[in-house]
């Protein structure tokens, strides 16, 4: 599985960070950073959240 | 139990307590996606559970902001051009471009570096009522911080914070004989707003500063410069977002607190709970009651068959107490968590300003809470005529002055 980001909608609220911090990473300039594109059913519930409160639903599952 | 034909969303009289929770709750468990005849218009759709909400606003392709713009009522064709100005009543690409021009400045990030500000904004208002033992809640607290805060924020000078103040309020007022007596006064109050932006916007260009009238004015969109026209609505659109959103939850959250001592009393205990004390007042009480989509196809929601061109009304206040989202809905409680609201929407249009709002909240809750109190909401509630938004007009409070407070306690 892997994480797809709409980046024209992400605005650094950083919700995907507080709910996994191990994929998403906002830096102090504002920029999303994906640490791992791919991941596997360990970090599923965590990226699911992430997703589930972006609140711009910048973010989905993908196929790898 | 209400039968469909008694339910009215349309007749703002029904809001004038407050959203119809009774409504809200009947619809939710029978009706979720309901028709709403209108005496003067098509009829529309009347959205009241959080995950239809969440769908209708994630998929502005199916539902626009464009279309119709994003009131309930109907506008006459000269009327909607003028809206769609405005970017709230954009869709995807051309929204993303203008958004683009100030999202910047608002993402959490940006907005806590104004917190100290803000705290001495919070500050001076208590001040200025703390010993007085009673004041008028509205003009003196709530509109107080997020006015002053927006308008700092576009480089309005202090002198004619209340100008922009009175006019917002002109606009947002339209269906309440107090404010405005008919739309015609709304687009007189539009009209002067536009003129003082293009006056303090011609300031900006000779000397810019770092305000956003002045990013207005050096933003391009595929290369264009704002027109004078784009420029207006953008810097309208910041007054009054600013402006009368935070003041109806800052109110809204004072009489919520006062009308539960036992959920004050547990803030003024563990001053940690004003984060999710903000968040539940937002999710009980949401300025935004509805906004409206238009439907760009033909649409199936919960077996409902919604035609394109269709209306479709969000009720915010109606998704916050979905049974099937929240635990005990209609309880409010400060410590409730997790509280995943709607009161700022999802999505595309998800509120630019809710880290703005947040901060300023949280810092006034927290300067009232702290040096007052006991403050309590002290005779009637005076509430806007409005089913767009849930204001608080008026509303005295009484509380134990700061100064004797401390001579008790020393």
């Not at chain 2, 709530?142 to 308008?151: D, E, G, H, L, N």
């Not at chain 2, 947040?358 to 309590?376: C, H, K």
């Amino acid at each position: 599985m892997k994480v797809v980001v709409d980046y024209d909608l992400c605005e650094a609220n950083a919700r995907c960070m507080q709910a996994c911090p191990e994929i998403f990473y906002v830096d102090d300039d504002d920029n999303l950073q994906v640490k791992q594109e791919t991941f596997d059913e360990a970090l599923l519930s965590k990226v699911q959240e992430a997703v589930r409160l972006c609140p711009r639903q910048a973010l989905a599952i993908g196929d790898d | 139990m209400p039968l469909p034909a008694d339910i009215d969303l349309t007749n703002p009289d029904h809001f004038d307590q407050g959203p119809p929770h009774e409504w809200f709750t009947w619809l939710r468990a029978n009706d979720p996606v309901y028709w709403q005849d209108e005496e003067d218009g098509p009829g529309f759709w009347s959205i009241t559970k959080y995950q239809d909400l969440k769908h209708v606003s994630r998929h502005p392709e199916l539902f626009s902001s464009w279309r119709g713009g994003t009131n309930i009522f109907e506008l006459e064709e000269d009327d909607l051009t003028g809206v769609r100005l405005l970017m709230i009543n954009m869709d995807p690409p051309r929204h993303a471009k203008y958004r683009r021009i100030v999202s910047k400045g608002f993402t959490p990030k940006r907005i806590s570096l104004l917190e100290d500000h803000v705290r001495a904004l919070a500050r001076r208002i208590v001040d200025r009522i703390a010993d007085k033992g009673e004041c008028e809640f509205v003009s003196e607290v709530a509109s107080q911080v997020p006015m002053a805060t927006i308008c700092e924020m576009l480089g309005v000078p202090e002198a004619d914070h209340q100008l922009v103040y009175d006019l917002s309020n002109r606009l947002i007022g339209f269906d309440d004989p107090d404010f405005q007596t008919s739309m015609d006064d709304g687009g007189e109050a539009a009209a002067e707003m536009y003129a003082y932006a293009e006056q303090l916007g011609a300031e900006r260009s000779k000397a810019p500063r770092d305000d956003l009238t002045s990013i207005l004015l050096s933003a391009d969109v595929d290369g264009e410069k704002l027109t004078q026209d784009e420029f207006d609505a953008f810097f309208l659109l910041l007054a009054i977002a600013g402006n009368e959103t935070t003041r109806t939850v800052t109110a809204q959250g004072m009489r919520l607190l006062s009308e539960h001592p036992d959920q004050r009393r547990a803030i003024t205990d563990d001053p940690s709970l004003i984060g999710p004390a903000v968040e539940e007042i937002l999710r009980y009480a949401p300025a935004v009651i509805s906004f409206r989509r238009t439907a760009m196809a033909d649409v199936e929601i919960r077996g409902k068959q919604i035609r394109n061109g269709d209306k479709v009304v969000m009720w915010y206040p109606g998704a916050n107490r979905d049974e099937e989202a929240f635990d005990d809905p209609q309880k409010f409680d400060v410590s409730r968590n997790p509280n995943d609201h709607h009161a700022f929407g999802i999505g595309e249009h998800f509120c630019l300003g809710a880290s703005l709002a947040r901060l300023q909240l949280r810092t006034i809750f927290d300067e009232l809470l702290t040096r007052l109190p006991d403050i309590e909401v002290d005779g009637e509630v005076k509430y806007l005529r409005s089913n767009f938004i849930d204001g608080i007009k008026e509303m005295r409070v009484r509380f134990t002055p700061e100064t004797q407070r401390r001579k008790a306690a020393s």
